[in-house]
């Protein structure tokens, strides 16, 4: 009991490595105890070792196949490993056993759908999830993304500039941003995102590109062409 309690208590402090030694000791005593198989695997996933997690959650889901927080938890240990349709599969499991937070699942949903390039299904998760939760960034943010690459760009910018008032600028949302405002062909609001995100972290490939592209729009060449060059750096390091 001890040891179990510790390893809990290690988990929630995200002190995977020391939880796993904890339930590995449980493990030797009760090897079958599907409440210690089920911890362990959530300390592995949060040291993304998803195929070693997965191993533990079977070992839940073969005992019981309603426990909705394990079918999520694979799910997302799935998408992790790029299986996206299986993940799908798992949770939609979740989602027909669970009571609570199907806001989680549906936006792990949503985002397995939007890699599989299922735009409009994914739009329909984050909506919901949206809907449940308007604080979340990461869902109008999802969501701006799938609106993007379906080319409804003023409604793509609302959702980015939603995840900004909610969440303060980032690099990655200013980028996005910027993506959509190129689409838009307005250049010299695209230039400001591009500088705002290399001013944030200058490492980034892509933001090198969208600034040499928006300069190369507006006539600047000999600026483009330092960027496309920057670019170039980036993009062999990566």
Same mark, same amino acid.
């Given at each position: 009991g001890v040891w179990y309690y510790k390893g809990v208590s290690l988990l929630s402090l995200e002190k995977y490595d020391e939880a796993i030694v904890c339930f590995d000791k449980v493990l030797k005593i009760d090897t079958n105890n599907v409440i210690y198989h089920y911890k362990k695997g959530g300390a592995l996933f949060g040291l993304e070792k998803y195929d070693e997690a997965i191993t533990h959650f079977d070992k839940v889901i073969v005992d019981d196949e309603t426990v909705g927080t394990v079918l999520k938890d694979k799910g997302m240990a799935l998408h992790h490993l790029g299986k996206h349709d299986e993940a799908i599969?798992?949770?939609?499991?979740?989602? $027909?056993?669970?009571?609570?937070? %199907?806001?989680?699942?549906?936006?792990? +949903? #949503?985002?397995?759908l939007l890699y599989l390039k299922k735009y409009d299904e994914a739009i329909v998760c *984050? $909506?919901?999830?949206?809907?449940? %939760?308007?604080?979340?960034?990461?869902?109008?943010?999802?969501?701006?993304?799938?609106l993007? *690459?379906? &080319? +409804?760009?003023?409604?793509?910018?609302?959702c980015y500039d939603k995840a900004i008032e909610?969440?303060? &600028?980032?690099?990655y949302v200013l980028w996005m941003k910027g993506s959509v405002l190129f689409a838009l062909e307005r250049f010299d609001e695209a230039l400001i995102?591009?500088? +705002?995100?290399? &001013?944030?972290?200058?490492?980034?490939? $892509?933001?090198?590109?969208? +600034? #040499?592209q928006v300069l190369e729009r507006l006539g600047k060449y000999d600026e483009a062409k330092k960027c496309y060059d920057k670019f170039d750096e980036l993009s062999s390091d990566e």
């Open positions: 599969k798992y949770l939609d499991r979740a989602l $027909d056993v669970y009571e609570h937070h %199907d806001e989680i699942i549906l936006y792990w +949903k #949503g985002t397995a *984050f $909506d919901k999830v949206i809907k449940e %939760d308007p604080s979340g960034s990461d869902s109008w943010t999802s969501k701006g993304m799938a993007y *690459f379906t &080319e +409804k760009y003023e409604e793509s910018l609302i909610i969440d303060g &600028e980032d690099e995102c591009s500088n +705002k995100a290399i &001013e944030m972290n200058n490492t980034k490939s $892509d933001t090198w590109n969208l +600034k #040499g």
